[in-house]
């Protein structure tokens, strides 16, 4: 059974920046799955947020966090990262790993994509 677990998560002031990071124990295939980084904001559906493809080649994000937060991915220590600069209060959140295997270099942006979920790690971000 694959495991995902979140940490980094915190209570920070506008403008600071935040590094979460998220092990997927699927040892033997890691390099092969694209990882994902969702969020659901107080009141608000899940939305996509970040996402990056087994070759590390392609990342996407959604256009609210373009040019403030990166993907990343190590695959010799089974983690994916997610840089967050320049945060806003808009951006608090509970932020959810996600990770799947994919025959294709292009990660998915659909939740239902995704067949490994962490339980979440709280950002909040005070103005």
């Known amino acids: 059974q694959v495991q995902v677990v979140e940490s980094g998560g915190g209570t920070v002031q506008a403008g600071d920046s935040l590094r979460l990071s998220c092990v997927v124990s699927a040892r033997a295939t890691f390099n092969q799955y694209s990882l994902a980084w969702f969020r659901q904001p107080p009141g608000k559906e899940r939305e996509f947020v970040a996402a990056i493809g087994r070759s590390s080649i392609v990342r996407v994000y959604a256009d609210s966090v373009k040019g403030r937060f990166t993907a990343s991915r190590d695959n010799s220590k089974l983690t994916v990262y997610l840089q967050m600069n320049s945060l806003e209060p808009e951006d608090t959140a509970v932020y959810y790993c996600?990770?799947?295997?994919?025959?294709?270099?292009?990660?998915?942006?659909?939740?239902?994509?995704?067949?490994?979920w962490g339980q979440g790690t709280q950002v909040t971000v005070s103005s």
């Open positions: 996600a990770g799947t295997y994919s025959r294709t270099t292009s990660p998915p942006k659909v939740a239902g994509d995704y067949t490994y």
